[in-house]
């Protein structure tokens, strides 16, 4: 008989597994409570819209509608559909459709998978997660400066020290019109020292250019033509404004005049919050985005942060330590005694405790080593003793030497409750 060849996931497309459980819950509860705190409210968009929202919104000579989106043709009905690259373009797609600015600015938010067609490497994936926030319907510089107050707190909630804030200031579309026709003239009297990529954006997007990683074009980009010397007076005066709000909430920041972000809506200000050299959160200013997409012109600005990389840097801040997989655990033999296991775990559940019941056979050595492998608080324990006289034997797992008590069946609820939210501190002696 031949051996049945094992499927694998698709590269770059990750499981996340019951160990890790415990970092992905701690960023969503904190992302939550942080939302909450600043008035966001939670969206939620499908996964796949239609790809002419993203080549419309992201801007079709960029890296992510070029090279990376997971495009397709729906069978059904020839629909060009794409797997989400990222949020914003869906959440103002649904702003939009459901006229959620009729009665005035939004604050909404939202997380969820997105899916980029790219090499996987150490904090990016193909199937990766973000978290974002839009402010729609805020014009002024304050809605920029309430979004990196946003993320300051929660990196202060998540124990986060080592990010750092980036800005800069992309102005408006007049302004980049004649900073690109000065970067175009700049670069074409370099043509010869541009790699492909940027002979290829030269007419089409030249800004993009800027933002190169190849090393060897490091020094032309850093003499190129510079936006904030186009930047007219409104311009400068929203992005003094941004700094002066930063400066007086006490926010370190540097700017940097590459800063340009990988997609064709920002305007104004953008921003990066950068660990280790990598970029784990991004955002600024879309203004015309709305607009774009068919929607009354109207202001926005917004953020999405990378799950993946955000986690990574809560595992290097935090220790090494497993969540318990339960409070309790209940252990037993005999039928008579699963019967009344079974309706304890029911009653402890009620209680709010987490509960694990032993299911199937075993000895009780090998139901001790299980439940001491779940970290459990305290194992509870009826066998056939315990059962005929309505008792539950209690085990303090994390005690070194706490022997075995005996409790009353009717009793072992508030007994139980009571020990574990620490009211008696001392678990000795028999009830």
């Known amino acids: ?35 909450a705190a600043y008035g966001y409210q939670r969206i939620r968009t499908p996964i796949v819209e239609p790809t002419g929202l993203f080549v419309r919104g992201i801007g079709e000579v960029t890296d992510i509608v070029e090279k990376e989106m997971y495009s397709f043709v729906d069978s059904l009905n020839g629909e060009a559909l794409t797997l989400r690259p990222e949020c914003t373009a869906g959440v103002v797609r649904a702003v939009i459709e459901h006229n959620l600015l009729y009665d005035g600015p939004k604050r909404l938010w939202y997380t969820g998978p997105m899916f980029r ?34 993320c300051q707190r929660l990196w202060d909630d998540l124990g986060l020290a080592g990010i750092s804030l980036e800005i800069n200031s992309l102005g408006q579309p007049p302004e980049r019109v004649a ?21 290829r954006r030269l007419h089409s997007n030249p800004l993009r250019i800027l933002d190169t990683k ?68 991004g955002g600024g200013r879309y203004d015309p985005l709305i607009g774009m997409l068919g929607g009354k012109p109207a202001p926005a600005c917004g953020f999405a942060l990378g799950v ?16 318990p997989a339960c409070d309790v655990y209940v252990v037993h033999q005999g039928e008579a005694a699963g019967l009344l296991a079974l309706g304890l775990a029911e009653r402890l559940r009620d209680r ?17 080593k299980r439940a001491d492998a779940s ?12 059962a005929a006289g309505s008792r539950v034997g209690v085990k303090w797992l994390r005690e070194a030497g706490a022997g075995q008590q005996s409790v009353a069946l009717a009793d072992i609820d508030e007994w139980l409750i009571d020990r574990m939210s620490g009211s008696i501190d001392e678990h000795t002696g028999d009830d």
């Open 1 to 35: 008989m031949s051996k049945i060849e094992k499927i694998r996931g698709v590269r770059g497309m990750n499981d996340v597994l019951p160990a890790d459980a415990r970092w992905w819950r701690r960023l969503e509860e904190s992302v939550a409570a942080t939302m």
């Open 117 to 150: 067609h790219e090499r996987p490497q150490k904090g990016r994936y193909r199937q990766f997660h973000q978290v974002g926030a839009e402010a729609l319907g805020f014009a002024g510089p304050d809605a920029d400066c309430e979004v990196i107050l946003l």
């Open 179 to 199: 900073h690109r026709e000065a970067l175009i003239a700049y670069f074409e009297a370099h043509v010869d020292e541009l790699d492909a990529d940027a002979r």
């Open 214 to 281: 190849n090393p060897v074009m490091q020094g032309l980009v850093e003499a190129a033509p510079r936006l904030a010397d186009f930047l007219g007076e409104e311009s400068r005066a929203h992005f003094e404004s941004l700094q002066t709000m930063l400066r007086s909430r006490n926010i370190p920041f540097r700017i940097n005049p590459r800063l340009v972000r990988g997609l064709d809506y920002y305007n104004l200000t953008v921003f990066e919050w950068v660990a280790d050299g990598l970029t784990v959160c």
């Open 308 to 323: 993946e990389r955000i986690i990574e840097l809560m595992r290097a801040e935090a220790d090494s330590g497993v969540d």
């Open 352 to 368: 709010g405790l987490d509960v694990i019941l032993h299911c199937g056979e075993g000895s009780f050595k090998s139901q001790f």
């Open 375 to 386: 970290l459990a608080t305290v194992a509870l324990i009826i066998g056939e003793e315990e």
